[in-house]
């Protein structure tokens, strides 16, 4: 599912583009050109996630591949720090308590049977009409989920019902993510 693994060499670069651009933001520092790998140019998903003390601080992604992966991490980057609705701006001051991850995501595969959803391997995500939902492979460890409660999270995620997974009218997809 998906493309090669990135090397760690890909990883690391991938990482100070993200961190790269909060810093660019918060305190103008100059954005670095970093010598891109054919892998980093190739079009992919990703979210970027923030924590603070080990608690949420921003997350978000992009889960189409509509722009190469170098890009999507950086505005990832940028989005997740000052724009996710659920939190303030990051601000100067804490940005030194600041953990980046970064989750690269594989191809979006549409399930047949929630048989296929593997809980810590797969992330989940739910579309029915004009909502959607989509939860990272990483929280369903973090929060001990097991395979229903991982759907019903993920419907609640997308302003669904509890349940709506059970409907013919919602498309479950999984993928899969290099988290980092």
Partial sequence: ???????????????????????G????????????TERLKEKGGAFVTLKKRGSLRGCIGYIREIMPLYKTVREAAIQSAFHDPRFE???????????VEISVLSPMKRVDSIEEIEVGKHGLYIERGPYS?????QVAIEYAFDRETFLEETCLKAGLGRDAWRSRDTSIYIFTAEVF
């Fill in 25 to 36: 933001v918060l305190f103008g520092v100059q954005e670095i050109s970093p010598d891109l």
């Fill in 89 to 99: 701006p990051v601000a100067r001051e804490e940005w030194k308590e600041i953990e």
């Fill in 133 to 137: 939902g989509l939860l990272l492979p």
């Fill in 1 to 23: 599912m998906g493309a090669r693994p990135l090397s760690e060499v890909e990883k690391r670069i991938l990482k100070e583009i993200a961190i790269n651009a909060i810093e």
